[in-house]
C-alpha cells in the first residue's frame, strides 16, 4: 500500500469520527500530497468525504502558499465553489482578471461577476467587463455595451459580444458601420454570421466598385451568387 495512503488511513481510523471530521488532521499529510502533485494524485480508495476533505485542505494549503492555479483545481475537484470565491478575489487584488473572471465564472458566483464587470467598465478595461457579463448571460447590459463599441468603432468588442448573444439584426447594423468605415473584412464577416445574403451581395457590390475583387469575390460566394462569382472569376483571375 501507498505510504500516503497509509497516513490517510491512519489519520481515518484514528482521529476522525464522521461526520464532524478535523480537517486539521490532514495537515500531517499535505506536505507529502503537495509534493507528489495534484497531478499525480490518485484518491480514488477513499470514500467521497475522505476525498472532499483532502482536497479542501490540499486547496488551502496551495492557496495559502500563492499557488492560486493548483488551489482553483483542488477546489473544483472537491465541489467547493464557496472556496472558489476567496482564489477569485485572490486574482483580483493582483489585477489577474482574466483568471479572476474564469474562477467566479467555476463558482457559479454571478454577484462578484456583476460587481466585477461593473468596476472593469468604470475603469475602461473593456474586454474584460464584456467576459464577466457573458459570464452571467446578462444580455441586456452586453447590448448597451456592444452598440457604443460600434458607435466607437471598436468592431472587435462588439463582434465578441454580438457573437455571445447571437443578435443577427445588430450584426447587420455593425456590418453597416464597417462599410461606412471602409472595413470591409469586418462588414464580411458581419454579414457572414448575420447570415444575410442580401447584405452580402450589397457588399460583393460595394467591393466591385471600389475594385476589392477579392473581397467582393469572397460576398458573392457566401451569397450563393454563383452568377457574380463566376463573372469576378472569368473577367479579373490572373
Do not use: W
Not at 453597416?176 to 472595413?183: A, L, Y
Not at 447570415?195 to 475594385?211: F, I, K, M, V, W
Request: charge should be negative; glycine fraction near 6%; proline fraction near 2%.
Amino acid at each position: 500500500m501507498d505510504i500516503v495512503q497509509k497516513m490517510v488511513n491512519n489519520i481515518v481510523e484514528n482521529e476522525l469520527t464522521p461526520p464532524k471530521q478535523d480537517l486539521n488532521k490532514f495537515q500531517k499529510i499535505v506536505p507529502s500530497l503537495m509534493k507528489k502533485g495534484l497531478a499525480n494524485l490518485d484518491l480514488s480508495m477513499f470514500s467521497p468525504e475522505i476525498k472532499h476533505a483532502l482536497l479542501i485542505v490540499l486547496g488551502e494549503e496551495y492557496e495559502r502558499k500563492g499557488n492560486l492555479n493548483d488551489a482553483v483545481k483542488s477546489f473544483v475537484l472537491a465541489g467547493a465553489k464557496d472556496k472558489l470565491r476567496q482564489v477569485g478575489n485572490d486574482y483580483e487584488s493582483i489585477a489577474q482578471y482574466e483568471n479572476c473572471i474564469e474562477v467566479y465564472r467555476l463558482g457559479e458566483d454571478h454577484d462578484s461577476l456583476l460587481r466585477l464587470g461593473k468596476k472593469m467598465l468604470e475603469e475602461g478595461r473593456i474586454g474584460h467587463a464584456i467576459k464577466s457579463f457573458i459570464a452571467i448571460g446578462d444580455v441586456a447590459r452586453l447590448k448597451e455595451i456592444g452598440d457604443q463599441c460600434v458607435s466607437k468603432f471598436k468592431f472587435d468588442y462588439a463582434f465578441e459580444i454580438f457573437s455571445s448573444i447571437k443578435d443577427k439584426e445588430r450584426f447587420i447594423e455593425l456590418g453597416s458601420k464597417c462599410i461606412e468605415q471602409k472595413e470591409y473584412a469586418y462588414a464580411l464577416k458581419a454579414f457572414e454570421l448575420a447570415a444575410s445574403p442580401e447584405h452580402l451581395n450589397q457588399l460583393g457590390d460595394t467591393c466591385l466598385r471600389e475594385e476589392q475583387i477579392s473581397k467582393a469575390l469572397e460576398a458573392y460566394s457566401l451569397a450563393g451568387n454563383t452568377m457574380m462569382s463566376d463573372f469576378i472569376k472569368q473577367n479579373f483571375s490572373e
